[in-house]
T-cell receptor, first 111, second 115 residues
Framework: GIQVEQSPPDLILQEGANSTLRCNFSDSVNNLQWFHQNPWGQLINLFYIPSGTKQNGRLSATTVATERYSLLYISSSQTTDSGVYFC?????????????FGSGTQLTVLP | NAGVTQTPKFRVLKTGQSMTLLCAQDMNHEYMYWYRQDPGMGLRLIHYSVGEGTTAKGEVPDGYNVSRLKKQNFLLGLESAAPSQTSVYFCASLGREFRGNRRVCFGPGTRLTVL
């Protein structure tokens, strides 16, 4: 199956700093999503971004499908950005719509 | 809309007991999924469904069964629980693309402990 690798596995930042999280995947995809899992375990969908660039406030994401990677940018980080960020990718095979998750990046933002 | 809901939120079982986890979504989504999350291992797909009356195996299906008798509900069953099934279980749903978005929505999770 498709392989999804996220880097770095852990990231510690001071409040106000910027960061870039990376997601590499091993095959062509038609679905790529970024999620934030907060310290209470809730998974929040940040972006649906199989290609191109999107921005939502301090967060933006870029997927270069031809080169099989996606980047999540966090600017002016806040303590509430702490948690685990997951990349998930999907391929269309018949009627299947499976998403495969990476192992995540644990982000800690210090006050 | 309530989105995706899961019942129960917490459960403790003894080895060999059975239970059913219920997932419900009110967004008329076609696809539904059950994932488990273990420390340091991300989310792994257990079973999924592409529509009412259909189910398929995911990455880690052994020891679990599922049913999708109604479009809005997706049930995950453990017939004989084992300590290795201690995990947090997430249900998710996915609908058709709408205005350039095709987002997966997750439920709040069920924390299961098998003693």
């Amino acid at each position: 199956g498709i392989q999804v690798e996220q880097s770095p596995p852990d990231l510690i930042l001071q409040e106000g700093a910027n960061s870039t999280l990376r997601c590499n995947f091993s095959d062509s995809v038609n679905n790529l999503q970024w999620f934030h899992q907060n310290p209470w375990g809730q998974l929040i969908n940040l972006f649906y971004i199989p290609s191109g660039t999107k921005q939502n406030g301090r967060l933006s994401a870029t997927t270069v499908a031809t080169e099989r990677y996606s980047l999540l940018y966090i600017s002016s980080s806040q303590t509430t950005d702490s948690g685990v960020y997951f990349c998930a990718v999907g391929i269309s095979s018949g009627s299947a719509r499976q998403l495969t998750f990476g192992s995540g990046t644990q982000l800690t933002v210090l006050p | 809309n309530a989105g995706v809901t899961q019942t129960p939120k917490f459960r403790v079982l003894k080895t060999g007991q059975s239970m059913t986890l219920l997932c419900a979504q009110d967004m008329n989504h076609e696809y539904m999924y059950w994932y488990r999350q273990d420390p340091g291992m991300g989310l792994r797909l257990i079973h999924y469904s592409v529509g009412e009356g259909t189910t398929a195996k995911g990455e880690v299906p052994d020891g679990y069964n599922v049913s999708r008798l109604k479009k809005q509900n997706f049930l995950l069953g453990l017939e004989s629980a084992a300590p290795s099934q201690t995990s947090v279980y997430f249900c998710a749903s996915l609908g058709r693309e709408f205005r350039g978005n095709r987002r997966v929505c997750f439920g709040p999770g069920t924390r299961l402990t098998v003693l």
